[in-house]
Structure formats: structure tokens, C-alpha cells
């Protein structure tokens, strides 16, 4: 989690199952993009999944969300492959993995 002030402005959720860790969700508050504060939140969640001896770190993410695209690919990120219609309204998913 993440706070300014005292408020909330971000969160990362992931799970662990034995070698693999999924980022389940991450977001920060639309006034507090862009200052860094993604970055620290994934770099926590990189930490956190590496001292519970994960392996590989796998999320999926719109593709159409190019910024948070180039926020994985910045930490290590690699595309695996697409997930067609993933999303409810259609959209498909981008599946990225980070070798831990």
C-alpha cells in the first residue's frame, strides 16, 4: 500500500502458488500517476515474491494499458503472449513474466 498524507493513493495485490506469483492488481489514484509511485509499489511486490522463493512473477494487463505495459517492461517485464477476450468487455489481456 501506498500513502500521502495519510490517504491511500496506491496498492499492489499479488499471490504466491509454490515457484510462480501472480500480480493480481496494481493501481495508484489518477492525481498521483507519474511520480513514481507504480514503480516503488512493483518493486515491493518484486522484493516480496523473491524472499518467498517465487521463481517467476507472472501478471496480465490490457492491451490496450500501454503505460503500465512500459511501467513492466521497464522493471524486467517480457510479454509471453495474449490472452484473447480476457477482459468483460472484450479486450484482450497481455501476459508478461518477470524471471525472478
Request: glycine content about 8%; charged content about 20%.
Amino acid at each position: 500500500m501506498a500513502t500521502v498524507g495519510g490517504q491511500v493513493v496506491g496498492y499492489a495485490v499479488f499471490l504466491m502458488r509454490g515457484k510462480v506469483a501472480h500480480l493480481i492488481s496494481i493501481a495508484v489514484h489518477p492525481e498521483h500517476r507519474r511520480k513514481g509511485i507504480g514503480s516503488a509499489l512493483l518493486s515491493k511486490v518484486v522484493e516480496s515474491t523473491r524472499a518467498g522463493s517465487a521463481s517467476l512473477l507472472r501478471l496480465e494487463v490490457r492491451e490496450s494499458n500501454l503505460s503500465a505495459q512500459e511501467l513492466y517492461v521497464h522493471a524486467g517485464f517480457s510479454a509471453s503472449r495474449v490472452i484473447h477476450s480476457y477482459y468483460d468487455d472484450g479486450e484482450d489481456a497481455v501476459v508478461m513474466e518477470l524471471e525472478l
